[in-house]
């Protein structure tokens, strides 16, 4: 079973070009498969459909999510469908097992006035003028962009050379789009660009390395930013805002960008653009977002809506 799994995340990320995140999600969910088949006397060549919805009422019972449920009988899914093109397995024993049924959660956002004060406090964070330009620069990319986290940190220096007016973003997939630059987000990119380049040069007298390839270099092995460092400083500048910080995150932001964009009158696809959405209907939900905002403030100030006792 280890060599099916090699063999399907090995053809996912040669023809697919599957993210890398992705792919570690694949084979922990297909290896878990593999050992509850395991503990069956089974395996993924005479599993059958039984075996497959016995398996994911089994992580039921174990009290997974419906979204974690459905994402492993996905991937149990584009297994077999690899086995059957490869000749492995006449036939999908998964394709026909139905998933749980997912709610719909309207995603977290936060006000205009909270992203505000999220700016403000990168502004103003950092212990020295290097990383309260570089600070000020990832906020106000992330909330004019709507990027995600690996987009944002991953960004190339030279996508930001010349003053832009856009900036190309290689998403899921290796898929690139063109994102819009807010007159914000190019100031506080050009300053930024203009003290990373003079820290560098200062750099290499001192220690023979080439330029870095990264818009927010770091001495990791991946030569930026991680995610998890960005997660940490988005943390400690919600905690300088006075916004707790259970309630930041960066995909917060991003779903902020969507639905400020959306209140402000822009249209729905091209926010499915800028956000990288294969499917409209991903996009959809921040109508539902400003539906239940505008519930709520109806709720909160209509004169008929309060109860004056």
């Known amino acids: 079973m280890d060599r099916w799994i090699s063999a399907f995340l090995e053809a996912q990320a040669a023809e697919l070009g599957a993210a890398r995140n992705t792919l570690l999600a694949y084979g922990r969910d297909l290896k878990d498969f593999a050992g509850w088949l395991g503990g069956r006397k089974r395996d993924f060549t005479d599993a059958a459909r039984a075996d497959v919805e016995d398996y994911i009422v089994s992580c039921e019972a174990d009290g997974l999510s419906p979204a974690t449920r459905a994402r492993r009988l996905s991937a149990i899914r584009q297994l077999y469908r690899f086995a059957y093109d490869e000749g492995w397995r006449a036939d999908n024993p998964a394709i026909q097992v139905a998933g749980p049924a997912k709610a719909k959660r309207l995603p977290k956002i936060l006000s205009e006035a909270e992203v505000d004060a999220l700016l403000a406090a990168a502004r103003d964070s950092g212990r020295n003028p290097v990383e309260r330009a570089r600070n000020l620069c990832l906020m106000e990319l992330l909330y004019a962009t709507g990027m995600r986290v690996s987009e944002l940190v991953g960004l190339p220096v030279t996508a930001a050379r010349g003053d832009p007016r856009m900036l190309l973003v290689k998403g899921k997939g290796g898929k690139e789009r063109m994102v819009p630059l807010s007159p914000p987000a190019r100031e506080a990119l050009a300053a930024w660009l203009t003290i990373r380049d003079r820290a560098e040069e200062e750099a290499r007298k001192t220690v023979k390395a080439p330029p870095g390839k990264h818009l927010f270099p770091a001495r990791g092995a991946a030569g930026h930013m991680t995610r998890q460092a960005f997660h940490g400083l988005l943390k ?32 729905l696809r091209a926010i499915q653009t800028m956000l990288g959405h294969a499917d409209i209907s991903t996009t959809e939900i921040y109508t539902h977002v400003l539906d239940e905002r505008l519930k709520a403030l109806v709720l909160t100030h209509h004169p008929l809506a309060r109860d004056d006792g």
């Open 236 to 267: 400690d500048l919600a905690i300088a805002a006075g916004i707790s910080p259970a309630k930041v995150t960066p995909h917060v932001l991003r779903h902020a960008f969507a639905t400020h964009l959306l209140a402000g009158g822009a249209d």
